[in-house]
């Protein structure tokens, strides 16, 4: 005793959704029309996007990271390079005769001090 198709699915559990023909209905055509391939188009090329973004912005942050380092400047935690600075400063100061010879070293031994 054979039964029909549908009949045994149903009795198998299958819903009548699933049958073959309605399956490829879905695969082939959700209803969005062409609005559906729009979007997809439109989301895929921004996922792109901010894939290729975030790979340039983490290139230039690590390329400017190993620069800052290579040019002998501390990074921001550690004191010294501001220092230096200071010191530079002063001096071209003292070189232009904004200060005489007197403030100069007063203001270089405070920098010293206080490094």
């Known amino acids: ?3 029909p198709s549908e009949p045994r699915r149903a ?3 299958i819903p009548a959704a699933c049958r073959p023909e309605k399956v490829m209905g879905v695969m082939w055509y959700s209803g969005w ?5 729009f979007l997809m188009t439109v989301t895929v ?6 894939l290729i973004a975030g790979i340039v912005g983490l290139t230039q942050y690590l390329t400017r990271a190993a620069r800052s380092q290579q040019s002998g400047r501390p990074s921001s ?3 010294g390079w501001g220092g230096r600075r ?3 400063v002063l001096a071209e ?3 232009r005769g904004e200060i005489d010879e007197d403030e100069y070293k007063r203001r270089l031994t405070l920098l010293r ?3």
């Open 1 to 3: 005793m054979s039964l």
């Open 11 to 13: 009795i198998l559990g």
């Open 33 to 37: 029309g062409w609005g559906g391939w």
């Open 45 to 50: 090329t921004l996922l792109w996007g901010l």
């Open 77 to 79: 935690g550690e004191s």
């Open 86 to 88: 200071a010191e530079e």
């Open 93 to 95: 100061r003292f070189a």
């Open 113 to 115: 001090e206080y490094r």
